[in-house]
């Protein structure tokens, strides 16, 4: 299921369908799932992302985490609470966000050595953070995440991270270190290989929607339409609707 879930995988005829299914085959194999097993629900809320239909998630998450809850399993119920994060950060329902950030926290608090979770939670889903204008906070979420990941040398993470980061400082208005930022994310996806336009099609975005701030506006549209253009290619609808706006 998480190699199906790749972006350049879910941009085959219908990959996301299929991958959906061998989550939901895995849920049934395994009802009582483990730490590692809930992932399925972080890359499955991914495949969502990536149609453009994170509403989607939300019911079926809140099953989940209530079935977690029923079954005292901390590490499931953490996974739910970063995916509802990151769902309510993209939709727009920023209390809820809150809400969810705080219960799964205090979670958090009865598990030891939850590094790893606390990244999965807070820096992977900083976007409620990021669209009511609370710069600083995801700017240290981030970081913190960051940091993180190059500890343990998760290389494939790095660029996502950094493309966060500097999306944050340009809209702090520290342009110089948010193009830094946004081009060292390009040169590790370039260097990570072709199986990253997902990730590619992000900062391109990002460094678009920086370059208007500036008033850049050739390059802003240049760079706006090449993240359209790498979006449409691989049929993926998460951020389109964004990418039309800014242009």
């Known amino acids: 299921g998480e190699v199906l879930a790749k972006s350049e995988r879910l941009s085959e005829p219908g990959a996301p369908e299929k991958a959906m299914r061998v989550f939901e085959r895995s849920r049934q194999l395994a009802p009582d799932i483990d730490a590692k097993l809930a992932q399925i629900y972080w890359f499955r809320r991914g495949i969502n992302t990536f149609m453009g239909k994170p509403e989607k998630d939300v019911e079926l998450l809140k099953e989940e985490l209530r079935a977690f809850k029923e079954t005292n399993n901390k590490y499931g119920m953490i996974y739910v609470y970063a995916s509802l994060r990151h769902v309510y950060g993209n939709l727009g329902f920023w209390q809820q966000a809150e809400k969810t950030t705080v219960d799964g926290l205090n979670v958090l608090e009865e598990i030891p050595n ?7 939670l807070m820096a992977h889903s900083p976007w409620y953070l990021i669209w009511t204008g609370q710069y600083i906070r995801a700017e240290q979420e981030i970081r ?14 790095v660029p996502f991270f950094l493309t966060s980061l500097g ?11 948010s193009s830094e930022m946004l081009n060292d994310a390009i040169a590790k996806f370039d260097y990570l290989g072709g ?19 500036q008033g850049y506006l050739d390059d802003s549209e240049n760079y706006l339409e090449r993240s359209l253009s790498l979006k449409q290619g691989a049929k993926m609808m998460g951020g389109a609707p964004e990418l039309h706006n800014w242009l």
């Open 114 to 120: 939850s590094d790893f979770l606390r990244v999965r």
């Open 144 to 157: 913190q995440g960051l940091r993180f990941i190059q500890r343990v040398s998760d290389v494939t993470s």
């Open 167 to 177: 999306l944050v400082k340009g809209l702090q208005k520290c342009y110089v270190e």
């Open 195 to 213: 199986s990253n336009t997902f990730g590619k099609a992000i900062v391109y975005g990002f460094l678009g929607t920086v370059l208007r701030r």
